[in-house]
């Protein structure tokens, strides 16, 4: 069950690619990033049984591989974070909050924006700390040299 997860997340994230104008020689390493970030996120996610924390975590493998494929591949890392989000984008919290409101069920639908604006704050955030800190980890390698 798990192997087919894996086969779906890359899939997931490579097909975006190829929404997005991703060069086909580049559709590999989008699919390859989800894939390290679902499974970073899948691993926290039982262990912690929270997901706002798993999906930070994943969104610092996803800016640590982006920026580090980015070096190796000599392309922009946006290439490679923008497909690798979609596994963690949360599509069913954010339908889920306008059902329960539309429904008249208005505390149960905060909760559920809440849990939303949450894990997308966690996206954002978990991709800045990664890009800054290899920033700033590579611009003092750069100054000792």
């Known amino acids: ?3 087919f997860k894996i086969i779906a997340v890359f899939f997931m ?3 975006f690619g190829v929404l ?3 060069p086909k020689g580049l559709l590999f390493y989008g699919g390859l990033v989800g894939v390290a970030a679902w499974l970073m996120m899948y691993g926290v996610l039982s262990i912690s049984q929270s997901m706002v924390l798993a999906v930070f975590v994943g969104s610092i493998v996803i800016g640590l591989a982006a920026e580090f494929l980015a070096r190796f591949l000599k392309k922009p890392a946006t290439l490679f974070m923008i497909p690798g989000f979609i596994p ?3 599509g069913g919290e954010t339908y889920n909050t306008v059902r329960l409101l539309v429904e008249g069920r208005y505390i149960e639908g905060a909760a559920m924006g809440v849990r939303a604006a949450l894990i997308g704050s966690a996206i954002a955030f978990g991709v800045f700390v990664s890009s800054t800190v290899l920033r700033l980890v590579m611009d003092q390698q750069n100054n000792k040299e």
Do not use: D, H, K, N
Request: charged share 10%; proline share 8%.
């Open 20 to 22: 997005l104008r991703m």
């Open 13 to 15: 994230s490579a097909s």
């Open 88 to 90: 963690f984008v949360p």
């Open 1 to 3: 069950m798990l192997a």
